[in-house]
């Protein structure tokens, strides 16, 4: 078996294949399902999850000059969208880098097995819910040029596979869709970004 979804098989097993199964099909949203969460995010007030599929949720507000930080990697606007990407994953990293002062999530490391039980520590439900989040408050504040934002989806399933989360982003000119996956991670560092249909078939960074 690959290693690639394994976010819960080592930490919550059935509670966590619950959570993940019940992220978002076509026309749902993630928020439908976890009311706590702010849902109309700005820099100044969002939703952190942590603690293993938003078991905790910490309201964040940042600084004008942390936030500038962030929109500093988007300007100027990208010449294209796979640069666009880069700026993405850039600006990710560095929200969590900064959120992470704000919650104690600094902490977090890639995968669930290293930092089982670690405060701070997220699953890949956590991550991504937060990266929908960091990717909504771009394209609220204009920030991207060449893609728009979609909810959290899911892949795999209790009788086949292993289930896993990832945010997902679309290229506004071609259609193409993207995961946007920081779950192997620490925190801080930039997010996989990969084609969506590449992702679902069981994709990995991680050795067989």
Same mark, same amino acid.
């Given at each position: 078996?690959?290693?690639?979804?394994?976010?819960?098989?080592?930490?919550?097993?059935?509670?966590?294949?619950?959570?993940?199964?019940?992220?978002?099909?076509?026309?749902?949203?993630?928020?439908?399902?976890?009311?706590?969460?702010?849902?109309?995010?700005?820099?100044?007030?969002?939703?952190?999850?942590?603690?293993?599929?938003?078991?905790?949720?910490?309201?964040?507000?940042?600084?004008?000059?942390?936030?500038?930080?962030?929109?500093?990697?988007?300007?100027?606007?990208?010449?294209?969208?796979?640069?666009?990407?880069?700026?993405?994953?850039?600006?990710?990293?560095?929200?969590?880098?900064?959120?992470?002062?704000?919650?104690?999530?600094?902490?977090?490391?890639?995968?669930?097995?290293?930092?089982?039980?670690?405060?701070? %520590?997220?699953?890949?439900?956590?991550?991504?819910?937060?990266?929908?989040? !960091?990717?909504?408050?771009?394209?609220?504040?204009?920030?991207?040029?060449?893609?728009?934002?979609?909810?959290?989806?899911?892949?795999?399933?209790?009788?086949?596979?292993?289930?896993?989360?990832?945010?997902?982003?679309?290229?506004?000119?071609?259609?193409?869709?993207?995961?946007?996956?920081?779950?192997?991670?620490?925190?801080?560092?930039?997010? !996989?970004?990969?084609? !969506?249909? !590449?992702? %679902?078939?069981?994709?990995?960074?991680?050795?067989?």
């Amino acid at each position: 078996m690959r290693r690639d979804g394994r976010c819960a098989l080592a930490t919550l097993g059935v509670l966590y294949f619950a959570a993940v199964i019940a992220l978002p099909t076509a026309g749902q949203t993630l928020f439908d399902r976890r009311p706590v969460l702010v849902t109309d995010p700005v820099p100044g007030r969002f939703s952190v999850c942590y603690g293993h599929s938003c078991s905790r949720v910490a309201t964040v507000t940042l600084t004008t000059t942390e936030w500038d930080r962030v929109r500093a990697v988007f300007l100027p606007p990208a010449a294209s969208a796979a640069e666009e990407r880069g700026r993405i994953a850039a600006a990710i990293a560095l929200l969590e880098e900064t959120v992470g002062t704000h919650t104690g999530t600094w902490r977090d490391l890639g995968g669930d097995v290293r930092g089982f039980a670690r405060p701070g %520590q997220m699953d890949c439900v956590d991550e991504a819910t937060n990266s929908t989040t !960091y990717l909504e408050m771009f394209a609220a504040e204009h920030l991207l040029v060449w893609h728009t934002v979609r909810q959290p989806r899911k892949r795999g399933h209790l009788v086949w596979g292993v289930p896993h989360a990832t945010a997902v982003i679309v290229d506004a000119r071609s259609g193409e869709t993207w995961a946007v996956d920081s779950w192997f991670l620490d925190n801080g560092k930039p997010p !996989y970004i990969v084609p !969506y249909g !590449y992702w %679902q078939t069981g994709w990995s960074p991680l050795p067989e």
